[in-house]
């Protein structure tokens, strides 16, 4: 899980392919292999795996001892590989997990951190900004380092070919941006709620900060 997830924050800043396709893989393995088809969660183990009976009975780590717990990770990579690739099958799995295994945080203190986290994402619902123009672009680069420059919790960034950008509905035209002007493009949604497009960093920023 948290090579998936260093390699979509690879993704995030760098915006090369690569690195999002590895994402991908390495969480449809996941799903392939450690998820609990029939009741949801995940296992420590791989669950074609042949070995001894005394391993034979995998665990759903959900405590963050001594590290942070495997399920809540997965979950929360769950939600942002669903934010950045638009495949619904990351959300799907998550919110399956999250039905098992919400009801544990209560009694999980301060051992609950990593689930509790992917169960505050979820509840708060998908937030992404989609960044689009020319993908070899250099200018993107520039975007990505003044997004991250400040900590935005669980507001994902996904690039896109334009012309992609989705307009919010009822807005036509956005004061702060000049179709004229040079890309990219940038729009910031939270669920179904979309901020108008713009196309400089600091009026992105100033969206970001309402999120606050």
Request: aromatic share 8%; glycine share 8%.
């Amino acid at each position: 899980m948290l090579v998936a997830l260093a390699l979509s924050d690879a993704y995030e800043i760098t915006g090369k392919a690569s690195h999002l396709k590895q994402a991908v893989q390495l969480t449809d393995l996941i799903l392939q292999e450690y998820q609990d088809h029939q009741h949801g969660g995940f296992f420590d183990i791989q669950g074609n795996l042949e070995i001894s009976l005394a391993l034979a009975k995998g665990y759903k780590s959900i405590y963050d001892s001594p590290g942070s717990s495997g399920n809540g990770m997965a979950i929360q990579l769950l939600l942002k590989m669903h934010a950045i690739t638009d495949d619904v099958k990351y959300l799907h799995a998550a919110e399956t997990a999250l039905k098992l295994l919400a009801e544990t945080i209560k009694s999980s203190g301060i051992f609950g951190a990593s689930l509790g986290t992917a169960l505050e994402y979820y509840l708060q619902g998908v937030r992404y900004i989609t960044l689009s123009g020319e993908l070899d672009d250099i200018s993107m680069d520039g975007w990505s380092r003044r997004i991250y420059q400040n900590y935005h919790p669980a507001v994902w960034l996904r690039r896109r070919k334009l012309p992609v950008v989705p307009i919010p509905p009822g807005v036509l035209s956005n004061p702060r941006m000049n179709p004229r002007d040079e890309l990219p493009v940038a729009v910031l949604c939270c669920q179904q709620h979309c901020y108008p497009p713009v196309n400089d960093p600091v009026h992105l920023l100033g969206h970001l900060n309402t999120l606050e």
